[in-house]
Structure formats: C-alpha cells, structure tokens
Antibody, heavy 118, light 110 residues
C-alpha cells in the first residue's frame, strides 16, 4: 500500500533552517510528483512547492522563493524540503503529498509540525 | 498568487444538499480543468475527494460531485450526513507548475 512517512516534529529558533523528509513506499517513486503543503495553526492549506523525483520540475511558491529547497534521493525513495531563515510565520504543519499531471494529491504524509520560537 | 475564494462556512441538515463555491481568476480556475477538492477532519491530513473538476477517486462516495463554470468551481454534497462535517478546500493549477488553494470552508451538519 502507498505510504508517505514524514520526519518528526521540530522546534527551531528564528533565523535557523529546518529540513523535513518524506519517505515513500508502495509505488514507483519516480512515476509521481511530490508536492509540499503547509498549514499554520488554525489556518488553511498553503501550496509550498513540487518536485519531480525523476528529475526536471522543481517549483516553489513565490512567497517562499529563495528560502525553500526541495531535493530527492531516488535510492531511498525520499524527498526533502528545507526552509531557511525561519520566522514565526513559518510555524505550521508541513505535509508531503503524492500527485501527478491531474494535480490531484491522492496520498498524504502524516504531517510534520515545525515550531519557530525564540 | 492570491488564494482562491471560498465561503468561510456553510451548513445544512442531514439529507439536504449543500454547495461550496471556489472562485479564482483567468490565471487558475478559469484557465485549467485541474481543480481538486479536499476534505479535512480536525488533526488529520486532507483527503482527496474530487480531481480534474469532476472526477472522484476510487472509494469516494458519489454524494460528492464537482462542477466548474468560468472562474468558479463548485463542490456539491448531496444527502448530507453527520460524518460530512469537516473543512473543505479547493485547489487549482495556476500555470508554471504552481498551485493555489482556497481559504477553506467549514461545513456544519445541523
């Protein structure tokens, strides 16, 4: 069965960086895009970016451009998202989600809570 | 990229039908048939219920349906059930491999 398992919760100070991982299993890793979505406490969903694990497309939300980096390791079927220069506004649950050219995100990770606090 | 516009809340009684709208622009909803809808229960990850405007993933009840007209997509839930109470989000492709979500709608089943 398809599973996306994310790394654990993080607490970071303002200005630091955080890396969240998302390990995929149960399907061909390179056949689907991986999207990242975040949700601040009590707020709605926000599209963060997308990476094509087979290479090529990596795109970030304009709001985070310059501070977010997405990478993948095909040998372990894992994608990574790093956010730098963290502020309190980056405090959120970060989700990875599988998708394809339909832009429907059919499987989601369990979410990773990132808290930015001094 | 501005968020798509959804009503903050809707409500209905069991058995009734409700519709949630999702309004975008010519750059997203109006230009692509790549609108999806998600149901989210408290503390849980979102669940895909509609993709490509009208299509339902396997296992999703046919009480959920989607349409689009111009810059507005809509999700209709018929035969409302108590377990439908949740937050609902639309999402649209916005060109250039980017996407945008709606602000979310809280559905209350009275």
């Amino acid at each position: 069965q398809v599973q996306l398992v994310q790394s654990g919760a993080e607490v970071k100070k303002p200005g630091a960086s955080v890396m969240v991982s998302c390990k995929a299993s149960g399907y061909s890793f390179t056949n689907y895009y991986m999207f990242w979505v975040r949700q601040a406490p009590g707020q709605g969903l926000e599209w963060v970016g997308v990476i094509n694990p087979s290479g090529g497309i990596i795109m970030y939300a304009q709001k985070l451009e310059g501070r977010v980096t997405m990478t993948r390791d095909t040998s372990t079927s894992t994608v990574y998202m790093e956010v730098s220069s963290l502020t309190s506004e980056d405090s959120a649950v970060y989700y990875c989600a599988r998708g394809d050219d339909t832009w429907g995100f059919d499987y989601w990770g369990q979410g990773t809570l990132v808290t930015v606090s001094s | 990229q501005s968020a798509l516009t959804q009503p903050a809340s809707v409500s209905g009684s069991p058995g009734q039908s409700i519709t949630i709208s999702c309004t975008g622009t010519r750059s997203d909803v109006g230009n692509y048939n790549l609108v999806s809808w998600y149901q989210q229960n408290p503390g849980k990850a979102p669940k895909l219920i509609i993709f490509e405007v009208t299509k339902r993933p396997s296992g999703v009840s046919d009480r959920f349906s989607g349409t689009k007209s111009g810059y507005t997509a809509s999700l209709t839930i018929s035969g409302l059930q108590p377990e439908d109470e949740a937050d609902y989000y639309c999402c649209s492709y916005a060109g250039g491999s980017t996407g945008v979500f709606g602000g979310g709608t809280k559905l209350t089943v009275l």
